[in-house]
């Protein structure tokens, strides 16, 4: 730790940094506004207070909050929320987006090799290999 930031992490309480955590939900960057400090003082004051569980929970409750306004969209009928779920919870159910790739008119995709010649040294070396590589394009 920089002295600088030790400096800032000591000005930190423990109790504020706490309080500060649950009253900006677990956001590190509106807890190190309230609080007057960088976000590396607020991460600094964090471990070495021991409190990563407080920044957790907080992470947690705000994804509770997050979900239950994700069923109540689901519940009000929203067509996107519930198109959401689907893809995210119900594909053991069969609900999922599958993408297929395929050749032209439905068949395998062709893949061709072409054997790139060494790099050129010379211009004449280099437009030499461009209309090599011109001709076996256009063989396809």
């Known amino acids: 730790m920089q002295k600088g930031t030790l400096l800032a992490t000591q000005k930190i309480a423990k109790k504020a940094l706490e309080t500060a955590l649950r009253e900006c939900d677990g956001n590190i960057t509106a807890t190190s506004r309230r609080l007057r400090v ?3 003082a607020t991460y600094d004051a964090i471990q070495r207070y021991g409190i990563q569980h407080v ?3 907080c992470r947690e409750e705000l994804l509770d909050v997050a979900e239950n306004s994700l069923h109540t969209l689901i519940r009000d009928g929203h067509a996107s929320s519930v198109f959401f779920f689907l893809r995210t919870m119900g594909r053991d159910r069969g609900y999922s987006e599958r993408v297929e790739s395929t050749g032209l008119n ?3 995709i062709a893949i061709q090799s ?3 010649p060494p790099r050129a040294t010379t211009i004449e070396e280099w437009i030499t290999n461009k209309n090599r590589l011109e001709t076996l394009m256009s063989d396809e």
Do not use: A, H, S, W
């Open 38 to 40: 960088t976000r590396k």
């Open 55 to 57: 920044l957790d929970e």
């Open 106 to 108: 439905g068949g395998p």
């Open 114 to 116: 072409i054997d790139v």
